[in-house]
T-cell receptor, first 115, second 115 residues
Framework: GNSVTQMEGPVTLSEEAFLTINCTYT??????LFWYVQYPGEGLQLLLK?????DKGSNKGFEATYRKETTSFHLEKGSVQVSDSAVYFC??????????????FGKGTHLIIQP | IAGITQAPTSQILAAGRRMTLRCTQD?????MYWYRQDLGLGLRLIHY???????GKGEVPDGYSVSRANTDDFPLTLASAVPSQTSVYFC??????????????FGPGTRLTVL
């Protein structure tokens, strides 16, 4: 079956540090890949996505590139801010050929940015 | 634009009781989903619906039922609640159930405690 593995947290960084959160996946077919962010007490919001190999998703200074050869979708940001503190989820959809069969999520990475 | 609303915000429930979690979206999305979020496990799909009148089982459907009588509403029912159903429940929707590249939009969640 499909699965997503992301680095366990919490990850604690100082403000303006470089961020990488690793995400790898196992899937048959051609999934779309997503990063969602969850701020404290809120639901999930889409951060970025990529729908085919070599696509780069980007938003709010975050980037991730769909690497089919390494089955990875690592999230990066050059300079993090305190406001980036949240839980980040990597997810995939559609690997089995389509249909509204929902997203497969990783377990989430809690990011803490210290001033 | 409200997006997705969920009710109640939180609930404490005695084991064995019946409970319906409500979800309503005003975006006229075809597909809707229910997930549960548990610490260390990420989000897992309970049930989904591609379009009004159809539903399907996700990864963890046991003990839950859903219905989709119209486009806007997708209630989740626990027929006889058990403590292992203590979780945060998120409803989500997407434009087209057949398009695996679609973004899913999430509600604010319902925190359910079963004693």
């Amino acid at each position: 079956g499909n699965s997503v593995t992301q680095m366990e947290g919490p990850v604690t960084l100082s403000e303006e540090a470089f961020l990488t959160i690793n995400c790898t996946y196992t899937a048959t077919g051609y999934p779309s890949l997503f990063w969602y962010v969850q701020y404290p007490g809120e639901g999930l919001q889409l951060l970025l996505k990529a729908t085919k190999a070599d696509d780069k998703g980007s938003n709010k200074g975050f980037e991730a590139t769909y690497r089919k050869e390494t089955t990875s979708f690592h999230l990066e940001k050059g300079s993090v801010q305190v406001s980036d503190s949240a839980v980040y989820f990597c997810a995939l959809s559609g690997a089995s050929g389509g249909g509204a069969d929902g997203l497969t999520f990783g377990k989430g990475t809690h990011l803490i940015i210290q001033p | 634009i409200a997006g997705i609303t969920q009710a109640p915000t939180s609930q404490i429930l005695a084991a064995g009781r019946r409970m319906t979690l409500r979800c309503t979206q005003d975006m006229r999305h075809n597909a809707m989903y229910w997930y549960r979020q548990d610490l260390g496990l990420g989000l897992r799909l309970i049930h989904y619906s591609n379009t009004a009148g159809t539903t399907g089982k996700g990864e963890v459907p046991d003990g839950y039922s859903v219905s989709r009588a119209n486009t806007d509403d997708f209630p989740l029912t626990l027929a006889s609640a058990v403590p292992s159903q203590t979780s945060v429940y998120f409803c989500a929707s997407s434009v087209d159930g057949g398009a695996t590249t679609d973004t899913q939009y999430f509600g604010p969640g319902t925190r359910l405690t079963v004693l």
